[in-house]
Nanobody
């Protein structure tokens, strides 16, 4: 059974940092393109960042220079380091893994940026 489990979300003040983790079981992440999406209630899911199995990264304009996506294939885990957080970053963050036509999603972790 394939599982992606996010962790690391929470409440943080504006300007603060959080690191999200996405731990996989049942698949070998090194073969997969991986990424993070975020979604607020009533809004479309937004792509935040992606990382290929070769390590190439891509970011939404809204997070460039503030967020960093990375992966540790030895730990079968992906990360999203989020710095200089702003209230507009408040969302549920989902990780995903994709190999050709097969995709897996995590259950989401809430990030709230508020003073």
């Amino acid at each position: 059974q394939v599982q992606l489990v996010e962790s690391g979300g929470g409440l943080v003040q504006p300007g603060g940092s959080l690191r999200l983790s996405c731990a996989a079981s049942g698949i070998i992440l090194s073969a997969y393109v991986m990424g993070w999406y975020r979604q607020a209630p009533g809004k479309q899911r937004e792509l935040v960042a992606t990382i290929t199995n070769g390590g190439s990264t891509n970011y939404a304009d809204s997070v460039k220079g503030r967020f960093t996506i990375s992966r540790d294939n030895a730990k079968n885990t992906m990360y999203l380091q989020m710095n200089s957080l702003i209230p507009e970053d408040t969302d549920v963050y989902y990780c995903y893994a994709r190999l050709v036509a097969t995709s897996y999603w995590g259950q989401g972790t809430q990030v709230t940026v508020s003073s």
